[in-house]
């Protein structure tokens, strides 16, 4: 079944088109990686997943019958989708525990209003749900350290356990392990792939790194000056000459 499907976006800013005429079809439970050079518009395409853009024509359907076009991010985020950004947003001033009670509580509430700050630390609820997934994530012996102090590696984390405590059904990561050490991209890989099989949440991955990309992807798309020029099974997509020839003019994946 295809957990998101994107017919004929196109969008341009002023003369320059980012994206042309881009169709994709992301199967449930399956990695989705996208991928191309610097430029080809895998981010604007991200965002019009999000409601940070909207496309100038095209739809976006979510899960068969919704569409996400024109919906205000929060709106979004109720339905499903959720988003791992390429710089982590959390609150730097807040405990990794406050952090992940933030989002927990509006996954619960509709809405999260700081108004509800006040009797946060009393919600024992939303308290035992976020401690639980910091344990899952290895962050529970962190919990009161303040957010804006970790390595960039834990503010990844953080901020993937401040999306999955939303019980998504589509994350989506915007380069994952961009400026982590191969050791800790290693341990993002198997995160990701383990949160995928005890979860069953569907994953497009935007990334650089072919290592992550091989390792986690069922499927991927190759965007190169807004348009999809290849898609395919990691193995098809490595030997295509297209591909090749999108990067760097025929550099080798
Ligand atoms: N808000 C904007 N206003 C004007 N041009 C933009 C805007 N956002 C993106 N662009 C342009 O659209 C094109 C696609 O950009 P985009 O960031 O989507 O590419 P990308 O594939 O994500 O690149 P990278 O891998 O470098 O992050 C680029 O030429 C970029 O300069």
């Not at 939303?126 to 401690?131: E, F, P, S």
Request: glycine share 10%; proline share 3%; net charge negative.
């Amino acid at each position: 079944m295809e957990i998101l499907k994107v017919e004929g976006v196109n969008k341009a800013f002023g003369g320059l088109k980012a994206l042309h005429d881009v169709n994709l079809s992301v199967e449930a439970g399956t990695v989705h990686a996208i991928i191309g050079p610097n430029g080809a518009g895998k981010s604007t395409l991200l965002n019009c997943f999000v409601g940070r853009l909207i496309p100038d024509t095209g739809s976006v359907t979510f899960n068969g019958t919704t569409s996400l076009i024109g919906l205000k991010a929060h709106e979004i985020n109720q339905t499903g989708v959720s988003r791992v950004f390429q710089t982590p947003e959390i609150f730097g001033e807040l405990t990794i525990l406050e952090n992940v009670m933030i989002p927990t509580m509006a996954r619960r509430d509709g809405e999260f209003s700081l108004q509800f700050w006040r009797r946060l630390d009393a919600d024992a609820e939303v308290r035992d749900k976020a401690l639980h997934m910091l344990e899952d994530l290895g962050l529970a012996s962190k919990k009161d350290i303040i957010a804006g102090s970790l390595s960039r590696g834990d503010k990844r984390r953080l901020e993937l356990a401040m999306c999955l405590v939303q019980d998504p059904k589509l994350l989506l990561l915007d380069e994952p392990t961009a400026g982590m050490s191969r050791a800790d991209t290693n341990n993002t890989i198997d995160l990701l792939q383990r949160i995928g099989e005890e979860r069953g949440i569907t994953k497009v991955v935007i990334e650089h790194d072919m290592h992550v990309v091989f390792s986690l992807a069922d499927k991927i798309s190759v965007l190169a000056q807004g348009t999809v020029i290849a898609e395919g099974t990691p193995q098809a997509i490595k030997g295509d000459p297209r591909v090749q020839e999108a990067y760097l003019g025929g550099a080798h994946l």
